[in-house]
């Protein structure tokens, strides 16, 4: 099995998130390949929100946007506005060789999630894309312990799920 994991990069929570499953699945010799997503031009976050409201998306730095190679594609957006950042959701869309795939998402916002996890599933699921599971992680600081033994175990769920 080989797993992609899709984060914001400059979200300490998201990161937390992304590396805490990535080293569950590794404990059960899964290969996993990390995608850091980043803008390629730094903005001010709400300069991001203005820009993809006008433009549809954000630039982003070369990465990893086939997901034809994966058998599972895991997907984490901090949340802006009750809704995944416009970095992430550029992402999203910009994914090719979706159709069959299993995604699971994942968002870390500070207050309540709102529409998020909706709008990434959405968009996956209109191009053909599978949503295997969904976790929302909600902290105002770095994951404590208790939040990291929730997403270990939705981690070793997943690959219970198989």
Same mark, same amino acid.
């Given at each position: 099995? &080989? ?47 203005? $820009?993809?409201? &006008? ?45 069959? &795939?299993? $995604? ?27 949503? %295997? ?7 105002? $600081? ?11 175990? $939705? ?5 219970? %799920?198989?």
């Amino acid at each position: 099995m &080989k797993v992609l994991i899709a984060y914001q990069a400059n979200n300490k929570t998201n990161q937390q998130v992304a590396e805490t499953i990535k080293k569950v699945f590794e404990e059960h010799a899964v290969k996993v390949v990390m995608q850091p997503v980043e803008p390629a031009v730094e903005m001010r976050l709400y300069e991001y929100l203005k $820009f993809f409201r &006008k433009n549809k998306h954000i630039p982003l730095k070369d990465g990893i946007k086939d997901v034809k190679e994966f058998d599972l594609i895991v997907i984490g957006t901090p949340v802006l506005k009750f809704c995944p950042t416009p970095i992430m959701e550029t992402y999203v869309r910009s994914l090719k060789n979706t159709k069959g &795939k299993q $995604f699971v998402l994942y968002c870390t916002p500070v207050g309540p999630a709102g529409t998020t996890i909706k709008r990434l599933s959405n968009v996956l699921t209109t191009r053909g894309a599978k949503i %295997k599971a969904t976790l929302t992680v909600s902290s105002i $600081f770095e994951l404590n312990e208790k939040k990291l033994s929730i997403v270990r175990e $939705f981690a070793h769920n997943l690959l219970e %799920k198989k």
